[in-house]
């Protein structure tokens, strides 16, 4: 390349790093899209809805909370990182979409690593172990024994293959040395009416999403996904007092496709942090079980990769399979 020309790409290039910043600097100008990659009604739907009022009430744009409930999340997520990276468009992530599904699925239409700028870790949370109120399946350990006792009877209701519910029954299966019928939902609520209508014996939902039907006698808790108990559902056990090594949580955080500018991804990162420690906002994730845990986007991009790497060889070792 000349001189001459080798200056005019250097001023280019600065002029175009100009031009996003101004960019980045007036956003937002219209109204943005949090895609959702499961159905309304589970955490990661009230959970974006929570955020999306709030940036709205921030920035005086409209948040659309736009539900994808497809191919176990891959289709929303896969949306997001082949959007224009201008901040318009963003994901509300999990460990399904996030660090579940490049082991699950063998043709992954995008990378979770390399194809999104990881804006921020929101919160981390278990899910409960639900089955119907009239069930005569009382504790874990009368679930397990049935299940032993008669392979491939009992009818596990999953948020949808390759979700936290899926691979995280797969794994106590593993550890139980159990086998069940795995039946798919779009998400976390319609999983819980299938529990509820005793379409399906059993499911894994969000304690926020399990809560109010809890409370209600419509279903009952028989453990939950974190090592320890929870305030919420005091009364029920860790699955890891019955099912020794078990321990896992789901969570959530904002991604943007890859080369959106970080002014904007930073932008984005500093409301929600403040977002997050709001008094009401913390008060109202505080019933819904879950645990805020929010901070930069180099962290949250190593936290990615760490979970890629811890849940990448269980979904191998349990068997779990999306087709």
Do not use: C
């Not at 009952?220 to 699955?239: D, E, F, K, M, Q």
Request: no cysteine.
């Amino acid at each position: 390349m000349k001189p001459a020309h080798k200056i005019f790409a250097v001023v280019g290039l600065a002029l175009s790093m100009v031009g996003w910043d101004a960019a980045a600097q007036a956003f937002p100008q219209r109204a943005m899209r949090m895609v959702v990659p499961f159905a309304p009604g589970g955490s990661t739907d009230t959970l974006a809805r929570i955020i999306g009022q709030r940036l709205n009430e921030a920035w005086g744009q409209a948040v659309v909370v736009d539900n994808r409930p497809t191919a176990g999340g891959i289709a929303g997520a896969d949306l997001v990182a082949k959007a224009p990276p201008d901040g318009y468009t963003s994901l509300v992530g999990a460990i399904s979409t996030m660090a579940i599904a490049p082991a699950l699925f063998p043709k992954l239409p995008y990378h979770p690593l390399n194809d999104f700028a990881h804006a921020g870790l929101w919160v981390t949370f278990p899910l409960a172990l639900v089955v119907p109120a009239g069930s005569p399946l009382n504790n874990l350990t009368a679930l397990i024994e049935r299940a032993r006792a008669k392979p491939d009877t009992l009818r596990f209701g999953a948020q949808g293959l390759g979700t936290s519910s899926h691979i995280f029954v797969e794994w106590m299966n593993s550890l139980a040395k159990i086998k069940v019928v795995i039946v798919p939902y779009k998400g976390g609520g319609p999983a819980l009416t299938g529990v509820i209508s005793g379409e399906v014996d059993y499911a894994m939902v969000a304690v926020s999403t399990a809560l109010s039907q809890v409370q209600a006698g419509k279903v009952r808790a028989l453990g939950v996904t974190s090592a320890r108990t929870t305030p919420h559902l005091p009364n029920v056990p860790s699955i890891a007092s019955v099912v020794a090594g078990y321990d896992a949580l789901n969570f959530h955080g904002l991604h943007l496709p890859l080369k959106t500018p970080d002014a904007i991804i930073v932008r984005f990162n500093g409301e929600i942090a403040r977002i997050l420690k709001r008094a009401d906002v913390a008060d109202k994730l505080n019933g819904f079980a879950m645990d805020v845990d929010a901070g930069t986007p180099a962290q949250y991009h190593a936290f990615v990769k760490a979970q890629i790497a811890q849940w990448g060889p269980v979904v191998k070792s349990s068997g779990a399979r999306a087709d």
